[in-house]
């Protein structure tokens, strides 16, 4: 398995080892190339509002790479992380940066891997399964699960 780490931000340091970890455990055993991409909320909100016409920042966006067969080396998807929201989000939860993160990776490569979080049944499995991963990866899981901010302040919440 291939891991492209691209940082297109300058508001929070990348850890790559720490972002490569939590990649290898979430994909398991899945093989192929998948790329995430670190961006700050200005980059963040306006490529939700280009691809998916949605007014404001998020958390992290999944692109699968469908439409053609992937040998090992094809990249099978990408993942653009919000590292600004995630710092903003770890300062009101009080919990260290690089956890924050983790959630975002782990949840975008989730989505890449097949699970959805559109209907509450789906959310709850895909949940379940960041949780474990987190866990085993050594973070504070109870601590990363309070509200998240931008999904509060969306429109229409």
């Known amino acids: ?13 990348i850890d790559t080892s720490a972002v490569r970890r939590a ?53 099978a998807g990408e993942i653009i992380v919000s590292a600004e929201l995630a710092a903003a989000e770890a300062k009101d939860r009080d919990i260290n940066v690089e956890a924050e993160l983790a959630l975002y990776v782990v949840h975008g490569l989730l989505h890449l891997t097949g699970f959805d979080d559109a209907a509450p049944t789906q959310a709850a499995e895909m ?23 931008a999904k509060q302040n969306r429109p229409g919440r």
């Open 127 to 149: 949940h379940r399964r960041e949780k474990e991963i987190l866990a085993q990866l050594g973070y504070d899981v109870e601590r990363l699960w309070k509200p998240l901010r």
């Open 1 to 13: 398995m291939k891991i492209d780490i691209t940082d297109l931000q300058n508001a929070v340091p």
């Open 23 to 75: 990649a290898r455990v979430a994909l398991e055993d899945i093989s192929g190339c998948y790329s995430v991409v670190f961006v700050d909320d200005e980059q963040m909100c306006e490529m939700n509002r280009k691809y998916l016409g949605r007014d404001y920042t998020t958390d992290v966006i999944a692109f699968p790479f469908e439409g053609r067969p992937l040998t090992k080396d094809d990249c």
